[in-house]
């Protein structure tokens, strides 16, 4: 699953992995943050290029949890309980 491999490169993200997203994101991705809004693997990869030439070991601390999150929300139910407890 394409989730499963993002929430690794999110959570594995180094220099070296920033192009490793190409067989994740789609190439003209959306990406979103509180300091940007940019479209596009090249645009994409400049912000953590960024990132990493200005912050000494940055950090999402909350985006595992998140992209968990996400994901237990995107993935279909697994039975009819877990469905009902989707829609209430």
Same mark, same amino acid.
Not at 9 to 38: C, K, Q
Not at 39 to 62: K, Y
């Given at each position: 699953?394409?989730?499963? /491999?993002?929430?690794?490169?999110?959570?594995?993200?180094?220099?070296?992995?920033?192009?490793?997203?190409?067989?994740?994101?789609?190439?003209? /991705?959306?990406?979103?943050?509180?300091?940007?809004?940019?479209?596009?693997?090249?645009?994409?990869?400049?912000?953590?290029?960024?990132?990493?030439?200005?912050?000494?070991?940055?950090?999402?601390?909350?985006?595992?949890?998140?992209?968990?999150?996400?994901?237990?929300?995107?993935?279909?139910?697994?039975?009819?309980?877990?469905?009902?407890?989707?829609?209430?």
């Amino acid at each position: 699953m394409k989730l499963d /491999a993002l929430i690794d490169w999110y959570s594995t993200l180094t220099p070296e992995t920033i192009s490793d997203m190409r067989g994740i994101h789609h190439e003209s /991705a959306d990406f979103r943050d509180p300091f940007n809004e940019v479209r596009g693997h090249r645009a994409i990869a400049a912000i953590f290029e960024h990132m990493f030439d200005t912050t000494e070991n940055p950090q999402i601390p909350l985006l595992g949890s998140l992209l968990h999150y996400l994901k237990s929300r995107l993935s279909p139910p697994q039975s009819d309980t877990e469905e009902r407890k989707m829609i209430s």
